[in-house]
């Protein structure tokens, strides 16, 4: 009989150990899904402020290319003028070193 005891509490004690062991994951596994969520939140709140700061940037962008600038672009039309040698033009001899 002292046997058949000693073996129901080595057999009680380990699922307890058992019940333990999965409490302790169990736990982990809530920490885990609670940091997930949480890192979800800072990803959804920094798109948030990317799409702000991007709503802001072309807002921005529309009011400064709407007016019209005193400055020539480089393609405003402009042809290259010829230089005084064999009627050739700044573009003609640029091209001419690389052939």
């Given at each position: 009989?002292a046997?058949?005891?000693?073996?129901?509490?080595?057999?009680?004690?380990?699922?307890?150990?058992?019940?333990e062991?999965?409490?302790?994951?169990?736990?982990?596994?809530?920490?885990?899904?609670?940091?997930?969520?949480?890192l979800?939140?800072?990803?959804?709140?920094?798109?948030?402020?990317?799409r702000?700061?991007?709503?802001?940037f072309?807002?921005?962008?529309r009011?400064l290319?709407?007016?019209?600038?005193?400055?020539?672009d480089?393609?405003?039309?402009?042809?290259?003028?010829?230089?005084?040698?064999?009627?050739?033009?700044?573009?003609?001899?640029?091209?001419?070193?690389?052939?």
């Amino acid at each position: 009989m002292a046997r058949l005891e000693e073996q129901k509490q080595a057999v009680s004690q380990a699922l307890e150990d058992q019940d333990e062991r999965i409490s302790a994951i169990e736990t982990q596994i809530v920490t885990q899904k609670n940091v997930e969520e949480q890192l979800q939140q800072v990803k959804d709140q920094v798109k948030e402020m990317i799409r702000e700061e991007l709503r802001e940037f072309s807002a921005g962008e529309r009011s400064l290319t709407a007016a019209a600038s005193n400055l020539p672009d480089r393609h405003s039309g402009e042809v290259a003028k010829p230089y005084p040698y064999n009627g050739k033009t700044s573009w003609d001899i640029y091209h001419m070193q690389f052939e």
